[in-house]
């Protein structure tokens, strides 16, 4: 293990400073990931800096149903926030759905949004990863694939973004805050926050150095619209999706669909907002064909490798059965 | 000996050591305070074959807190090759010869240590040595027709790799009604809660290891002998252990790392394996591939059955499981052939875990049964029955006790059996499809000699030393119960001291053998403690201690086939939309003779079996064929049932009176409660879904090309 500083940050400025100042220097939030991955030789900052004192740690529930999300909320407080359990009940499934009690204490809105995939070659710096070693190759491709993603990848990386919020977040439109080293202020869709690996799988989110994410701002979900957050796993808990869905649905008298969201988990290297799907389905009934039909449009260009190809039918099965039970009153599900 | 009026054996006592264990008190191997600490930390070979050509440990050496790097060139010489009373003591040295050669077989081997002042010193300088290697093409993937694989004398069980009654291969041809069918099961890993991990300080030429160890006693033979000491120059110290499965019945690198490293640097060492390091430094259950042929005339009876089985071992040890041991006897076929093959391949080691052979073996024997019965169109119990044997059906030996008709019977009944419609898919619930299945289980009851000391004080106290280890099973406990009834006295009186190698021979807690072997000796110990009591006409002011070996005993026991039995229920329901299965209850009934503590036991038998739910649905260690490793070597990638898949987990024992077994008439219950689950559990999924999954663990993608026509509500 490398020695490393630790500094406490008391406002934003001095963080952004400190990180400026010393180039191999880290946020710290919680520290369920990015101190697991220092312990495995994954990640080695010089400095980490302390950002759960920097006051982005409130739910402020606006008065035309919109929320901002501070950066360091607890990911347990965020799932138990009467107004987020009322008002966006999918993005508090989400969160319940993920790591353990425990964790979720710990973990941030910020930290658990830039948390790194779960590769197992990510994880084990005695093999290559071009994400994590550029150049060295991906031997997850002819190996260990199961878990990892079948759409947007490249030959270079196929890493999933392995996290539930975030799927919900998409779903919800969300828009994260960004404060830059020089203090400016951004706000960008949450999807434009991941890239897609291409050649350059180590690069994963548009964020340059010393940028602290401040925040999450969910605009009101939409009048009248149900929604839902389900999550396949190889355990009943404390597993990371194989496939995961979140979905707003908002339907018309008649039963067809007037306004849906989808966001996939567990498939991707970011949230995947499936928006081919969604253009298809307006105005059709959530039928298993229609929704075949959508969902086949959406992963036409899926990439699917030997072991991960069952992830297609699954998610195919899971929106239909998340479309399908949001349109049942809660009492049959 | 008087009557007792109120006897400890068979009342749940709570574990004497509860609350030292729930308040910390309890003192594990990497928690003795020694002067002069020093930590090492493995520096593990990142090929799986070839040899080292290189190390440079100048950047190692050069960080702050580092003492010393181990290296072949200046760690001691072992005498590797030594003469061992136990085959399995002996099959422990290539692993334990740490250093002594260049060669790489797996990887993930030891190459060499560093040893600092701190753990996160020896952890950094590990990351500094640089090794250079002359790598060679690995192997490290198990396949059924690899003509490598070969049948070895004997297996772990002592038991012939190849054994045949009648003509088997004939006839299954001849055989009107056929069942022909490969399973696998993956390489599984104990990872228990307390990772391995050894204290080591000499004192001279005498070694203490403070060690996380199911057999102190044991593990101190392959040591002394090692190092050419004699055996009593070894103390082995393992008081509490935090769990092994079987993965620390015999020591294993760590443990010697620590005394290498120790011998090094004249210092204490410790070391302790982080959770990557346990699933290349540890033993771990072998994958199988097995073929199941049933031979069967139409009104149910088993006219053949092949059992052949392949199995991997590394190219240090030839260690093969007993898989198709259980075969030679649970059903009363006259032509049966039992196979087991191993392979020899560039991996880590395998070894016991928790029914080793069996637990692959049964699963895999009680899904053919099963699947025997829905070709038969016969309820799986009653196939079971009508095949159930008068005698050994191996050796002819008369059971001291076999039971399993009664548990099948029983568990029908407290399970709902009655009335289960047997065709595939037939239930639906909702979104769910459920199924129940049912399997048999069986383990052998072993008992070892052992030795054990009994003394009285004069302050009307006693003590009984033996040196058992107690895993987390709750064996101190027992002991105590079955001291005190031995001495007539209540539990308050008797302290039973265990956990240490200078206690005298004793086996390990392993093989389900513990309890029955130890027992024998406490009870054997305490009763010439009262005999000598009363010669004395009362205790001396000095106190009176007396010695007992069971080995004359143990070797006076009849030829006889001895062995609990057992059935297991299971009932799952799977999400037709997804896939996603659930475990709705399982319920065990075992007859493993006489009960010593129904608490203790009960959580044996519970914990193993929801280890058979992680064995049928989640546990499996990946192997990679490109580096030769396991791809996933972790707990957030290595699934164990959590607590949400554990839902209504049951067990009950019968009643079973033996009096051939040994002096407690237990027949051991550590293992038998993994047995057949896993089967139970495939054979609902099958019930469930009309589909079977023949490789473990059975997941999500497995299932679900069953479900698309099952869909239409
Ligand atoms: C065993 C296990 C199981 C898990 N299972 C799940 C699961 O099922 N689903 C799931 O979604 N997650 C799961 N997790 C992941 C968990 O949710 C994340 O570890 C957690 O959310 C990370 O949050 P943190 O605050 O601890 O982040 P940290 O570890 O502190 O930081 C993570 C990253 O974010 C950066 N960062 C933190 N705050 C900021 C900021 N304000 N601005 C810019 N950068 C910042 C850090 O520099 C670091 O790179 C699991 C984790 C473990 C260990
Ligand atoms: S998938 Fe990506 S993270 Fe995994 S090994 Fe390949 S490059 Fe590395």
């Known amino acids: ?83 987020i359990r009322r008002r966006f009940p999918a993005l508090s499934r989400a969160i319940l759905a993920g790591a353990s009690g425990q964790l979720r204490s710990a973990a941030t809105t910020a930290g658990n949004l830039l948390q790194r995939t779960r590769c197992v070659y990510f994880q084990d710096v005695t093999k290559p990863c071009n994400k994590r070693e550029p150049g060295s190759g991906c031997p997850a491709i002819g190996g260990s694939h199961r878990d990892l993603a079948v759409l947007g990848t490249s030959d270079h990386c196929v890493a999933t973004y392995p996290g539930d919020m975030a799927v919900a977040l998409a779903a919800l439109d969300a828009l994260v805050h960004v404060r830059g080293l020089d203090g400016e202020a951004r706000a960008l869709p949450l999807e434009d926050l991941y890239v897609l690996p291409g050649d350059t799988p180590h690069r994963e989110t548009v964020l340059e150095r010393g940028d602290l994410i401040t925040g999450v701002e969910l605009p009101a979900a939409p009048a009248g619209a149900a929604m839902h957050y389900r999550k396949v796993r190889d355990r009943w808990s404390y597993a990371f999706a194989l496939v995961s869905v979140a979905a707003v649905l908002r339907t018309a008298g008649d039963g067809t669909i007037d306004e849906v969201r989808l966001a996939l988990g567990g498939v991707a290297p970011r949230p995947w907002r499936a928006r081919t799907a969604e253009s298809e389905l307006i105005g059709k009934l959530p039928t298993p064909e229609n929704v075949q039909a959508a969902m086949g449009a959406e992963l036409a260009g899926a990439r699917p490798l030997p072991d991960n190809a069952f992830k297609l039918d699954l998610a195919t099965d899971l929106v239909g059965a998340v479309l399908r039970d949001l349109t049942e009153p809660e009492e049959d599900r | 000996m008087s009557t007792t009026t109120q006897r400890a054996t068979g009342a749940p006592i709570v574990r004497v050591d509860g609350r030292a264990k729930v308040t910390g008190a309890a003192q594990y191997a990497y928690e003795y305070p020694l ?3 020093a930590y090492a930390w493995p520096v593990q070979s990142t090929i799986a ?17 580092v003492i010393a790097v181990l290296t072949p060139d200046n760690v001691a010489r072992l005498q590797v090759d030594v003469e061992l009373p136990l085959p399995f003591l002996a099959a422990a040295v290539p692993d334990l010869s740490l250093l002594q050669s260049r060669e790489v077989a797996f990887r993930g081997q030891i190459v060499a240590a560093v040893i600092a002042t701190s753990l996160e010193a020896a952890r950094e300088g590990a990351g500094a040595v640089e090794v250079g290697y002359e790598e060679q093409a690995h192997d490290a993937v198990l396949r059924f027709d690899d003509d490598r694989a070969y049948v070895p004398g004997v297996v772990n069980d002592f038991s012939p790799g190849n054994v045949e009654r009648g003509e088997a291969d004939r006839a299954f041809a001849e055989a009107p009604v056929r069942i022909d069918a490969t399973y696998s099961t993956p390489a599984e890993h104990a990872v228990p809660m307390e990772p391995h991990s050894a204290t080591a300080a000499w004192d001279g030429d005498r070694l203490t290891i403070y060690n996380s160890d199911q057999g102190p006693f044991y593990s101190s033979l392959p040591i002394s002998a090692l190092f050419g000491l004699d055996p009593g120059q070894v103390e082995i110290v393992a008081e509490y252990v935090g769990g092994g499965f079987g993965s620390k019945a015999a020591p294993r690198p760590p443990t010697m790392l620590a005394a290498l490293a120790a011998r090094l640097v004249d210092r204490p060492v410790k070391v302790a394996l982080n959770r990557p390091q346990s699933f290349s430094l540890t033993t771990y259950r072998t994958p199988t ?54 392979r020899r391949l560039d991996v880590p080691t395998p070894g016991w875990l928790r029914a080793p052979g069996d637990a692959p073996g049964v699963y895999a024997l009680e899904s053919a049964v099963d699947e025997l019965a829905v070709e038969l169109g016969m309820d799986p119990i009653e196939l079971r ?107 308050e009186r008797v302290r039973v001291d265990i956990g240490r ?85 399982m319920l065990g009934v075992f007859a493993t003779g006489r009960v010593l503590n129904p608490r203790t036991a009960r959580s044996q038998i519970v914990g193993a079996m929801t280890m058979g739910l992680s064995m049928a649905l989640m546990e499996i260690a990946e192997p990679d064929p490109e580096f030769g490793d396991f791809a996933n070597h972790d707990l957030a990638s290595y699934h164990v049932a959590s607590n949400a898949d554990v839902r209504d987990v049951d067990c009950v024992f019968l009643h079973e009176d033996d009096k051939n077994l040994n002096s407690i008439g237990g027949k051991g219950i550590g293992e038998i409660g993994i047995v057949g689950a896993a089967a139970a559990i495939a054979n609902a999924v099958h019930h469930a879904i009309g589909l079977r999954v023949r490789d473990l663990p059975i997941r999500i993608e497995d299932v679900r090309p069953a479900l698309q026509d099952l869909r239409v509500r």
């Not at chain 2, 074959?49 to 050496?61: C, F, N």
């Not at chain 2, 059992?307 to 076929?333: G, I, K, P």
Request: with cysteine.
């Open chain 2, 289 to 342: 591939i097995q073929r199941l042929r049933l031979g069967a005339e139409r009104d149910g009876r088993l006219a053949a059955i092949v059992h052949e089985s392949v199995q991997q071992s590394s190219t240090l040890v030839e260690y093969t499981e007993q898989s198709v041991s259980s075969t030679r006897l649970l059903y009363a076929a006259p032509d049966v052939r039992t196979t087991a093959r191993v």
């Open chain 2, 385 to 491: 029955v009508r095949n159930e044997p008068d005698a050994d059906p191996e050796t002819g030996q008369p059971f001291s006790s076999r039971n399993l008709v009664g548990a099948l019977r029983e568990g029908a009944a407290r399970f709902g059996w009655e009335g289960r419609d047997p065709a595939p898919a037939s239930r639906r619930e909702g979104n769910w499809l459920v199924g129940t299945g049912v399997a048999a289980a069986h383990y052998p009851a072993l008992v070892f000699p052992s030795t054990a000391q009994a003394r009285a004080e004069a302050d009307g106290g006693f003590v009984v030393r033996v040196g058992a280890a107690d895993i987390g099973t709750g064996a101190r406990t027992v002991l105590t119960q079955v001291a005190a009834d031995a001495l007539d006295v209540p539990l």
């Open chain 2, 35 to 37: 002067e002069n600490m």
């Open chain 2, 501 to 585: 190698a200078s206690i005298g021979v004793a086996p390990f807690a392993g093989g389900s053998i513990g309890t029955a072997s130890w027992s024998w000796a406490v009870e054997k110990a305490c009763g010439a403690l009262l005999d000598a009591v009363q010669e004395h006409g009362g205790v001396p002011p000095e106190g009176l201690e007396v010695q007992a070996d069971t080995t004359e005993d143990v070797g006076a026991l009849a030829e006889m086939s001895r062995g609990g039995y057992g059935a297991q229920f299971a009932e799952v329901r799977v999400d037709v939309d997804t896939g996603q299965i659930r475990v709705d209850r």
């Open chain 2, 49 to 65: 074959k070839g040899r080292v050509e290189s190390i440079d440990d100048s950047a190692a050496l050069a960080r702050p807190g």
């Open chain 1, 1 to 83: 293990m490398r020695p490393f500083a630790y500094e406490r940050a008391e406002d934003p400025a001095e963080a952004a400073a400190l990180v400026a100042e010393r180039p191999d220097a880290a946020f710290l939030a919680g520290g369920t990931n990015l101190v697991d991955l220092m312990k495995l030789g994954v990640a080695g900052p010089g400095t980490l800096v302390d950002v759960r004192r920097l006051g982005y740690d409130r739910v402020e529930h606006r008065d035309d149903g919109g929320v901002l999300i501070g950066a360091t909320v607890k990911n347990s407080e965020l799932a138990g926030d009467p107004g």
